[in-house]
Nanobody
Framework: QVRLVESGGGLVQAGDSLRLSCTASGRTESRFTMAWFRRAPGKEREFVGAVSWASTNPYYADSVKGRFTISRDNAKKSLHLEMNSLKPEDTAIYYC???????????????????WGQGTQVTVSS
């Protein structure tokens, strides 16, 4: 199985930046697509961004385009989310996710992802 662990969350002020990381371990020989989702209290889990193994077509939700950047380091088996110009509405638990097959494309729905981390809390104050 694949294990994903997020880190880097915290409390910041509006306009600040934050970098989230996700480290993968276990059966990671396949070229999985990886993604970030987030869930605010009382709301549905929301797609944030995704990137294929080759990083050829990163894709973002409209709400974060131009502010967030997703990247991965396959040698280190890590995924990152650089968040800039943070807003209070970005407050949520952020989850790292991975597909269970080498699909070579990105997906925006939770059903496409087989593995999930436990999440890291991001709180943005005004």
């Amino acid at each position: 199985q694949v294990r994903l662990v997020e880190s880097g969350g915290g409390l910041v002020q509006a306009g600040d930046s934050l970098r989230l990381s996700c480290t993968a371990s276990g059966r990671t020989e396949s070229r999985f697509t990886m993604a970030w989702f987030r869930r605010a209290p009382g709301k549905e889990r929301e797609f944030v961004g995704a990137v294929s193994w080759a990083s050829t077509n990163p894709y973002y939700a409209d709400s974060v385009k131009g502010r967030f950047t997703i990247s991965r380091d396959n040698a280190k088996k890590s995924l990152h989310l650089e968040m800039n110009s943070l807003k209070p509405e970005d407050t949520a638990i952020y989850y790292c996710a991975s597909t269970g097959a080498a699909l070579g494309q990105v997906f925006t729905t939770t059903r496409a992802y087989a593995y999930w981390g436990q999440g890291t809390q991001v709180t943005v104050s005004s």
